[in-house]
């Protein structure tokens, strides 16, 4: 029975880290642009002559792969350059407060990328271990206990770059700006809940496996003889 647990909240965390990376749905977000920066110098020569507005409010989505803009006849998608440097120093602080957030995310994609990994080995650890019966089900629930380490530093580290960029972010004009975080986030906190519990019922079926206190001084090779008693010293005669 818990063997099954552990095989289902095993494949939920692969799943869901899997699903969380591969998708575009990290953050939804919706910002202010200036016209003129849009637009050529015809185009704007233009815009003053048709009455165009000065601003205009673009809705857009970023994953970790890529950074989309959303509009009525569909979505404009570009990939995300990580041959770039990451450095705050080239960063152009005039730019967009959407594109500044979609740079400086990607500074924790290793971390995600580590945690999945980890996530990867731990399902294999889990399945191997259990049909077995051998140690590598204790190893599954530290590699469980390994990736959500990473995953939590990663969510750490992406919501201080993405507080930072809206926080700093410099402006010449006061233009609205707002955002959420989406599905694929959340599904990143379900690997992490999910990993971890499993981690927590390996251990527990780990341990099921040595049911008697010599059974479990024989988990640690050794450790049974440190605690044995010489047979020559249990019939000792006290003499007065």
Known sequence: MLACVAFSLGAVSLASIALAISTDYWL????????????????????????????WNVASKIGLWRFCIIHVEGKDCTPLDYSSSLKKKDKNDNQETTTAIAE???????????????????????????IRGNVLTLLAAVFYINAGLC????????????????????????LAFSYEYSWSTYLVALCFFASQTSAVVCITIFIKRFPSSEDKLRIIPGLERKFSVPMDQTNQTIIL
């Open 104 to 130: 400086a995310q990607r500074a924790a994609t290793p971390v995600f990328l580590t945690g999945f990994f980890l996530i990867i080995c731990s399902t294999l650890f889990n399945i191997v271990g259990n």
């Open 151 to 174: 995953i939590a530093v990663g969510m750490v580290l992406y919501i201080t770059f993405i507080n930072d960029e809206t926080s700093h972010a410099k402006k010449s004009e006061d």
């Open 28 to 55: 939804l977000l919706s910002e202010e642009v200036l016209t003129a920066s849009m637009l050529s110098e015809d185009e704007l020569k233009y815009m003053n002559d048709s009455g165009m507005p000065e601003t």
